[in-house]
Every structure is written in structure tokens, then in C-alpha cells.
């Protein structure tokens, strides 16, 4: 829209005529963006989590389940982010179809929620990575020191001195400009591919759970052997002893919770829409292209892990970590990640340590795709004047929002914080996973309305944001089973051990508080532009200038 365009109350509400960003992102960056948030090695902790919490599922369908679970949320983001190509995401949208204030609140309660998300991950690079690497170099080089460093990381004050070193430094990567930011994603997009393949090819190449029960039984130091593993998980934890059904509730509950869990950031180009080359294309190629790569990335993983390792002995050992097992045959307080469990198909220190890195880098990257992504929602308030005009501010030599930006960082290093004090899974599955799906409820709202609302913007949407099948908008389709997946999801939650009746207090106190805040800022903001002649009412008429 053109200065010459803009009407007195638009001049009044929004703080310049220009957002000041430039539209510099490709379409590899942005698949970069949102596969790096997803998370491509993230899928060494899957032989963890579906056994240890739902240990009738099958982790090897599961992301498949995940996939079409997700698929019409990703679908609604998609035609929202060409409908809308805006930076702030669904900020804008819900805002410009329901109400500003809805659209604010939802956005805020997102942004935190995501930022908990890099409080309770980022100490995986300590404790999981760090750890488990110096756990596997202590076999390795039959060294107790190293183990006795291994044990340290576990600490929470040492995880928090090392996941604040690595959330700075990606504050500072993000700080420095857009295309450095851009590109390191980019980059590591393919290093984790490339990682990824000579995980499968070294497992395949040892032998796999022959080679791995053999090792185990000689390398690992425990009292246990690697039958006595599968027959513990069996008779005392009710470990599934095999391959659980493909079909199942507990397969679908798992999709819908660890499943849904790792496909979260698909959705990341949507918030910095206003910097993205050829929106349409790049849309379509970063959410739909960055789900389907990270779902067939991660099921070869998978099946490679768990039949490499053995299905009784994956089931057990899950079992085992969640349940506190006083005899646990691995690094104590640390799931049995197939990174840090690399030892046992190879003693190759630099494989070893390829994987294990692997894994923390992982978190590293995906804060900076974070902190870079909610900086832009954060910048959208102050464009809009709903917060202070001064988090809208562009540096001329970085092209970034560098107030915004700060913010982010101390925001992640405080849940940082809160989560080592407290539950790290709890923050991670109950806040943040239930929290992002309440955020998606709102949004399928405000996607199955959108047509009807606001005609004046659906009728001019490129294609396919203005698509139907035969009298009913796509986009309103997509909303109505993106609902359905959210409540689904947020239900899969109350059902294993780590929510339980800890995920009502998670929901009420944490959750419920974090929309409430939202609540009372906007009406604050509300108050204080009113007395100053500005109605953020208008903000529903108007969509933000590029």
C-alpha cells in the first residue's frame, strides 16, 4: 500500500508507513527456518519419549499419524500466510477477522508459550548432549573423569550456565543481521541431513541390534545385560515386549502429543511474512515442503533406531528413565537418546561425538530460529502501538529489531530458569505443547470465519487463499479439522505420566495466567491510546503497510 493510500486514522494508529524490514528471505532460508525449529536430530530422543510415555504406541508410525494430524494446521497457515503475508503471522489475521484484542492476546500467549519452549529444550544441550558425549567418552577411553563430567552437566546450576551461553550467542547471531541468521539455519539444514545419514549407515553397517546387545553387554558397566533390560521392562513396568500395534488409540495419542510436539514450528515463516521473497511459492515450499522433508526424515531415523537398538530393549529402558528404576542401566536422569546410546554400535569417538553434538545443536539453532521469529511478533504490537513504539525500531546497519530481539532473549533465559527449578517436562509437554494448541483453537476460528468476515480481503487473496472445493472455502475447511486436531491434542495430554494432575495446575496457573496477561496489557494499551486520541479499534479495518 503507497503513502498516498493511507487515510488520517491509519497514519494515527500504525507508527510509520513503512515496517522499515526488508523482504530478503528465500525460500531455502525459510524452509530452513521452519525445519530447524521442528527440529530434524530432535528425533533421537523419540526412542525415549513414545515408550516412556505411551508404551503401547508405535513409534515408528507415529509420525506418520503426526503428519495427518498436522497437515490441515499446517494447510491453515499456509493460505492465512499468502492471504495475509504479513509479519506478525496470525497476529494479524485473527486480529483483522475476529478482533484486535484476540488477536493480540493470542499472539502474546503464543509468543511466551514458544519462549518456554527454549527454556525447557536448551538445557538439553548440557545435560543430553554435553552429558551423554562425555558419558560415551568415558567408555570409550575407560576415563572416570569424564563420566564425573558426564555427571556434572545434570546439574541444573551447570545446565543453566551452559543453556545461557548458548541462548546469548544466538541472540547475538539473530542481532547481527537477517541473512546471518538466515543462512546459518539454512546451513545446518543440510549438515543435519548429512548427519542423519551416517546415523543410518552406521547402524546398518554394525550390525544392528545384534552388534548393540553385544556391545551393551560389554561396554555399558551395568549390572544388567541387555536381556535382563527387556525382561525387567516386561515383567516389572509393563513395557511393551516387541512392536506395538500400528493401529491404536495410544499410537494416535502419541502422534498427537510427541508426534504433534516435534512438528511444532512448521508455522515459523508465517511471523516473519513481511521479509519473505515470492510469499506464495515460499509459503508453500517452507510450511507444506519443511513438513513433509522433516516427516520422512525422521521416520527413517526412527526405524533405524528402534530396530537397531531392539524394540524390547527401546520399550524397557523408556520404561525405566520415566518410572525413576533404581537400577538404571544408563547415564542417570537422562532418557536413552539414540545419539547418546551411539556407542553401542560404534566406538568411533568422532561419530560418537558427531551425533551427540548433533543433538545439542539442534536446540542451539532452533533458538535462534525462535528468538528470530517471535522477535517479529513483537515488533507487530509496537508497529501497531499496542506496546511501546520503541520495540518497532529498525537498526539501519543490521536491518534487525534489536530492542525486540533482546527482549526475546531475556524472556527465554528467565523460563530457562523456572523450568530447571521445576519440571522440565511438565513446562515442555503441559505449558508448552497444550499451550500452542489452545493458540491454534483460536486461530481454526478465526480460519473458518475468515471468508465470510472479511470478504473484502478473501475475495482479493492470491490463489489458493481464496480457493474452494465446491461452495466451501478451503481455507474454512482446514479450520474446522485444524480444531478438531487441537482438541485432540490438548486431551492426549491428560492421559500419560507426564501430564496427569500436574497438567491442570500447568493449564490454570500457566496457560490460563499467560492469556489473562495478555488480557490486561491490551486493555491497558487500549486505555492509554484512547487518551491519546488513537483507537486501536480501527487496527480490525486496516491491514499493516509492507
Known amino acids: ?168 550467542i544466538a541472540g547475538l547471531v539473530v542481532l547481527a543481521s537477517t541473512k546471518l541468521a538466515a543462512r546459518t539455519v539454512k546451513y545446518w539444514t543440510f549438515i543435519s541431513i548429512v548427519i542423519g545419514v551416517i546415523f543410518i549407515l552406521t547402524v546398518l553397517l554394525a550390525g544392528g541390534s545384534a552388534t548393540f546387545a553385544k556391545n551393551f553387554n560389554t561396554l555399558s558397566g551395568s549390572n544388567m545385560t541387555y536381556s535382563q533390560v527387556a525382561t525387567t521392562g516386561e515383567t516389572q513396568l509393563a513395557s511393551y515386549n516387541g512392536v506395538p500395534p500400528v493401529f491404536s488409540t495410544a499410537t494416535l495419542y502419541a502422534a498427537a502429543l510427541v508426534g504433534l510436539l516435534g512438528f511444532l514450528g512448521f508455522n515459523s515463516s508465517a511471523y516473519f511474512a513481511g521479509e519473505v521473497k515470492q510469499s506464495r511459492k515460499t509459503q508453500i515450499f517452507a510450511q507444506l515442503g519443511g513438513t513433509i522433508i522433516y516427516t520422512v526424515f525422521i521416520t527413517a531415523i526412527i526405524a533405524t533406531e528402534y530396530f537397531g537398538a531392539g524394540p524390547a530393549f527401546v520399550n524397557a529402558l523408556g520404561g525405566m528413565w520415566i518410572s525413576g528404576f533404581g537400577n538404571y542401566p544408563f547415564l542417570s536422569g537422562t532418557p536413552g537418546l539414540a545419539s547418546g546410546l551411539s556407542i553401542f554400535w560404534t566406538q568411533n569417538p568422532l561419530l560418537v561425538g558427531i551425533f551427540n553434538i548433533g543433538f545439542g545443536l539442534t536446540a542451539f539453532i532452533m533458538d535462534i530460529t525462535i528468538f528470530f521469529m517471535l522477535a517479529r511478533n513483537l515488533f507487530a ?73 472479511r470478504k473484502d480481503i478473501f475475495s482479493i487473496s492470491e490463489s489458493p487463499a481464496n480457493k474452494k472445493i465446491g461452495n466451501i472455502p478451503l481455507i474454512t475447511i482446514c479450520g474446522v479439522c485444524g480444531f478438531i486436531v487441537s482438541i485432540v491434542t490438548i486431551y492426549a495430554i491428560l492421559l500419560p505420566q507426564i ?31 484512547k487518551s491519546q486520541g488513537i483507537d486501536l479499534g480501527l487496527l480490525q479495518r486496516e491491514i499493516p503497510p509492507e
Request: aromatic share 16%.
Open 1 to 168: 500500500m503507497s503513502g498516498s493510500d493511507k487515510n488520517p486514522a491509519q497514519q494515527q494508529i500504525f507508527v510509520r508507513q513503512a515496517t522499515g524490514l526488508v523482504r530478503q528471505i528465500g525460500g531455502l532460508e525459510a524452509l530452513g527456518m521452519t525445519i530447524n525449529q521442528m527440529g530434524l536430530l530432535y528425533v533421537f530422543n523419540v526412542i525415549a519419549f513414545v515408550p516412556a510415555f505411551y508404551p503401547n504406541a508405535n513409534p515408528v508410525v507415529e509420525p506418520l499419524f503426526g503428519f495427518l494430524l498436522v497437515l490441515p494446521i499446517v494447510g491453515m497457515y499456509v493460505l492465512f500466510s499468502i492471504g495475509i503475508a504479513r509479519t506478525g503471522g496470525d497476529y494479524v489475521w485473527v486480529g483483522r477477522t475476529l478482533h484486535p484484542s484476540v488477536g493480540f492476546v493470542t499472539n502474546f500467549a503464543f509468543t511466551l508459550i514458544v519462549l518456554s519452549v527454549v527454556g525447557s529444550v536448551t538445557p538439553w544441550i548440557g545435560q543430553w548432549s554435553i552429558g551423554e558425549l562425555f558419558y560415551d567418552y568415558s567408555i570409550i577411553y575407560r576415563n572416570s573423569s569424564y563420566l564425573s563430567i558426564a555427571n556434572a552437566m545434570q546439574n541444573p546450576t551447570n545446565a543453566f550456565i551452559v543453556s545461557a551461553i548458548f541462548m546469548i
Open 499 to 529: 501430564g496427569g494432575s500436574m497438567f491442570y495446575s500447568d493449564f490454570f496457573y500457566g496457560i490460563g495466567l499467560t492469556f489473562v496477561i495478555g488480557i490486561i496489557v491490551f486493555v491497558i494499551a487500549w486505555v492509554v491510546r
Open 381 to 453: 504490537w509496537s508497529f501497531d502501538r499496542i506496546v511501546p513504539t520503541t520495540f518497532a525500531d529498525v537498526n539501519q546497519r543490521t536491518g534487525t529489531p534489536i530492542k525486540a530481539v533482546t527482549v526475546m532473549v531475556l524472556v527465554g533465559l528467565a523460563y530457562c530458569y523456572i523450568f530447571l527449578k521445576t519440571n522440565i517436562l511438565s513446562g515442555l509437554f503441559n505449558y508448552g505443547t497444550a499451550g500452542e494448541f489452545t493458540c491454534f483453537l483460536i486461530v481454526s476460528i478465526a480460519a473458518i470465519v475468515f471468508p465470510f468476515r
